[in-house]
Each structure stands twice: as structure tokens, then as C-alpha cells.
């Protein structure tokens, strides 16, 4: 049926819709190491926004719990938790169940049981399994497992977890694999009851050889770019935190590490093996000790009232030093003692004699202040983003002229503008050597300054690769205030 021409011949209009911009990194991320098999090799990685949550997953004890109750103790309370696997000892290869037959009179009315299912590349067939004495679904899942003892190299086990069969080869070590369950030849099929075919369950985890801790903080950031704080809930030696700090510095994601040293033999100013003492030796910017002779996941507080900055609000930076760890017990130090952590640029969380308790010094290893790290690497992020998104949702283009050189120049000011409201950059005078028309010992009355050399200085070559040309950053931090001094002169 004819029903005319189409209106687009004479009004065509057509609707283009702006990609979404890249949101900004976010630097409010723990990511907790631990070594509990809850989260497998694969998986790797979970976020948790509750410690109801993480007790959702892990025991009272676990230590992975214990550091999350300190991270989310913290007042204001950070909103974001990763937990990561440390695989510290090779695993074995695992098979979880999906949805399973849970009426045990069907599987009590079965003699004669059967399937086949692979271990470790090994096609194993189970027959004759009589279920008619199982009285419980973990009696089930026994019945099975007596069944698997010789399949593989070493044999494997099934075991009922509450929900579903779960399957694990005794063998250890990334080798090692479990197949799915297929029907048998004879017998009873209870392939698809046990929920272990592979319409039903969830995909295979094969085994993994044991790893270092640099290395399973390599994994965790190749996984997720997420986090920006990583810490251990592990014991781990003096070398081995010190080649995590390695990675952490290296790498290109800006992230750091935080360590907590119980050792009170780095009270000692002589004592120069400890954690502290190595890392200040190294001059490392990305990461920082906190001592805490009592809890083993003190950092964990640290880090949990650093990441509850928000750097999209107006005077919402802080500086470490005053702030409280709650959950942990503070330190009764010597004034030597506390001289000698100072030294070793080890923070502490410590009694003063006005029944305070407080953090000092709030710095990384290198003695660079943590809120300065912080803040700059959000400072990075933010301008990268910005520069980007204007790239990114330009209906046209951004023309290699005076006019779009501003724009980027306009973004890049309205990042530094944030800075100023949030408290990272303040007026100040400007005291390194100048640029464009700044000099040394001028004031910055804004707190930045930014120049781009002019278009008719830049080389030909530059310009037909289509490059902007330089933009140079003058940025001066508010700092923060630690120390007072207070002359008093009486006259009577």
C-alpha cells in the first residue's frame, strides 16, 4: 500500500548523541592482598562496599576481614574495598556446581549411579554409586567423592558447600584442570543432578603455582586499574615488601603501598634492617610504614581515612598527621624512640601527654607527604581526563590554532581551579626557576599558571603530526601546617 513520499526528502533531520565522557580514576580504592581461598585465581579480584559484605564472604578471623573492619571503621567512612588473591601456596583445580537435584529421596531411590568427568586431562568414568543409605546432601557428595579417590594422578574429592557439589583435584599447580561431568555409557545418569555438566556449571578454575607477592601485585593491577592503595593481609618478609615497593614505584598506573611494621626493633636508630629503613634507603615516592607493635593490619586505618577524600568537594583535602586510626591501640613512645622513627620516616599513631593520640608524620618513604602524593596523582588524572574528554566529544575537531590551544588550556584551568577548591593548590609565590612570563619569586595570585608555547614557534614537523605544542604547569600546594612555634615576652 502506497502511503507517499518520505518526508526526508524535503526535511531530513538527523540526531548525533555525544559519547558519554571518561569519568576520572578514582584514588579512594584499597585493594587488600590475602591468601584465604575465597576468591580464586581466576576471578582474582572483588569490590566490597560494606564489611557486611566482606562477612558475607570471609570468617570473623580471616584476615582479610580484620583489615576491611579497620579500612571501614574510619570516620568518614570510605566508600570502596577490592580484596585480591595472594596465592601464596600452589591450588588445586576446581569444578563448582550449578543448580542441583536437593530432594534426597530421588537421590536415595538411585543404586546404581554413574557418570564420567575429567581430571586433570583424564577421562574418569564413576559407576555403580549406590546413594540408597544417604541421609544428607554432604552424605551425597561423600558417596562421590570415595568414587574420585583414583581419578587423575592423585585423585580428587566432591564436597557439598551448602548450595552446590564442588569438586577439587588433590594435585596442585597451574597443570592442573578439571573437565565438566558428561553422561555415562551405563548406569544412572547423575551428571546433570549433581549440577556439574556444562549447561549447569560454572566454568572450570584450574590450578596455579604458587606466586611471590610482587607477583601477585603485577596480576592485580593487570586485572583491575581500579584500586590505588594495595597492602597485604599476609605475613610478609622484609625483601619481599620491598619488591612490591619496587613494582608499585615502577609501574606506570599511579598507585601506592602501604606497609605495617610490628617490629620494635625499628624504635632503634641503630637498627637499619627493618622495613622502614630500607624503603627511606631507596628514596621511594609510592610508598610508606606505618609501626604498630599491636595489629599487623594498622595501614589498613591509614589508608581508610586517606581514601575518604573527596576531591570534588570544597575544602575536602587533608594532611595524615592529627587524624585518629580507630580500632587501633596508639603507642607509648620515648622521645627517643619516636626521634628514630621520624628519622626513618616511619609513621606512628602515638599518645602525647595531653591524652591525645594522633598520626605523625603522615609521609612516604622518600619524606614526600602522603596528601601531596595523594593529591597530585588525582591533580595528573584529572588533567589527562579532561584533555582527553575535550578530544573525545568534539562534535568536529580541535583546530591547531590559538583559539584551540585556549580551549585545551580552558580545561586544564578548570582542573586547577577544582584543586584550589578542594585545598591541594593555594596563592603563593612561585620559588623554582620561571617560565613564559613567570619568573622566579613571582606570585602566583590563583595558585597556577599555565603557558603554551605559540603556534608560530613550533616546528613544521610537529605541527603536520598534528601535535599541540607544549603546555607548561605552574602549580603551588597549600601545604599544610604540622609544627607551631609560640614566642611569649612577658613584661611586668
Known sequence: MTTGLSVNRVVNVAVNLQPLAVPRRSFGVLCI?????????????????????????????????????LYF?????????????????ATVAILRGGSAETDLDAWTAIADGAMDIEVEGVETSLTGLDFSGATTMPGVAAIISAALAGAGSEGAACAWDGSRFVITTVATGATVFMGYATAPASGTDISAMTGLTSALAYAPVPGFDAETPAECAAALAD???????????????????????????????????GVTDTDPRCLSATYTADIGSRLKALDYDR???????????????????????????????????????????????TETQATALAAKRVNVFVYYDN??????????????????????DWLQN?????????????????????????????RISSVFAEA?????????????????????????????????????????????????????????????????????????
Open 73 to 89: 571503621s574510619q570516620s568518614p567512612r570510605p566508600r570502596v574495598l577490592a580484596i585480591g588473591r595472594y596465592i601464596s601456596t
Open 287 to 333: 610508598s610508606f610504614v606505618l609501626y604498630c607493635a599491636g595489629n599487623a593490619y594498622a595501614v589498613a586505618s591509614f589508608f581508610g581515612r586517606a581514601f575518604s577524600v573527596n576531591f570534588s568537594a570544597n575544602r575536602s583535602t587533608i594532611t595524615l598527621k592529627f587524624k585518629q586510626l580507630p580500632g587501633v591501640v596508639a603507642e607509648t613512645l
Open 382 to 410: 584529572a588533567v589527562q581526563t579532561e584533555c582527553w574528554n575535550l578530544l573525545y566529544q568534539s562534535k568536529t575537531k580541535i583546530p591547531q590554532t590559538e583559539s584551540g590551544i585556549s580551549q585545551i588550556k580552558a
Open 355 to 376: 591524652d591525645t593520640a594522633i598520626i605523625q608524620e603522615g609521609t612516604m618513604a622518600s619524606g614526600a607527604f602522603f596528601d601531596e602524593v595523594h593529591g597530585l
Open 420 to 492: 584550589v577548591a578542594n585545598g591541594l593548590v593555594a596563592p603563593g609565590t612561585w620559588n623554582a626557576d620561571g617560565f613564559g612570563q613567570l619568573e622566579q619569586g613571582d606570585y602566583l595570585p590563583t595558585g597556577y599558571y599555565i603557558y603554551s608555547t605559540p603556534l608560530v614557534d613550533q616546528a613544521q614537523s610537529e605541527r603536520e603530526e598534528r601535535k599541540a605544542p607544549p603546555i607548561q604547569c605552574a602549580v603551588k600546594l597549600a601545604g599544610a601546617v604540622h609544627f607551631v612555634d609560640v614566642q611569649i615576652d612577658v613584661n611586668r
Open 33 to 69: 592482598a590475602g591468601d584465604t581461598p575465597v576468591i580464586d585465581g581466576v576471578e582474582r579480584i572483588r569490590a566490597y562496599t560494606s564489611i557486611d559484605a566482606v562477612g558475607d564472604d570471609f570468617g570473623s578471623t580471616d584476615p582479610e576481614y580484620l583489615t576491611a573492619q
Open 223 to 257: 586485572v583491575s586499574g581500579e584500586w590505588y592503595g594495595l597492602m597485604f593481609a599476609a605475613a610478609l618478609t622484609v625483601d619481599q615488601h620491598v619488591a612490591v615497593a619496587a613494582f608499585i614505584e615502577a609501574t606506570g598506573k599511579s598507585r601506592v603501598y
